[in-house]
């Protein structure tokens, strides 16, 4: 199996920064896309940003210009630095990738445990 463990939520007031980490674990043959999720409460859950093992990446619109992917392939580590954060930046945030656990394993989702993200003054 592949575990994702997450951290780096917390209380934030509005305009401030938070950085979050989620690091993959277990029997990991590769991974290929990397991303968060995150969902709201009475919302449907929402990809924020995700990034491939070359780097390409991809933002929702809403935060684009304040949110920043980034991973390290070594660790397989994938982080989210949330910059002039707001309000409606608040939700349970979810780390996925997606990976395989062998050479032939088809590629298979994973999903973290969530971490909450409070955006409050």
């Known amino acids: 199996q592949v575990q994702l463990v997450e951290s780096g939520g917390g209380l934030v007031q509005p305009g401030g920064s938070l950085r979050l980490s989620c690091a993959a674990a277990g029997s990991i043959f590769s991974i290929n896309v990397m991303g968060w999720y995150r969902q709201a409460p009475g919302k449907e859950r929402e990809l924020v940003a995700a990034i491939t093992s070359g780097d390409s990446t991809n933002y929702a619109d809403s935060v684009k210009g304040r949110f920043t992917i980034s991973r390290d392939n070594a660790k397989n580590t994938v982080y989210l630095q949330m910059n002039s954060l707001k309000p409606e930046d608040t939700a349970v945030y979810y780390c996925?990738?997606?990976?395989?656990?062998?050479?032939?394993?088809?590629?298979?989702?994973?999903w973290g445990q969530g971490t909450q993200v409070t955006v409050s003054s």
């Open positions: 996925n990738c997606n990976a395989r656990r062998w050479l032939t394993d088809p590629p298979r989702h994973y």
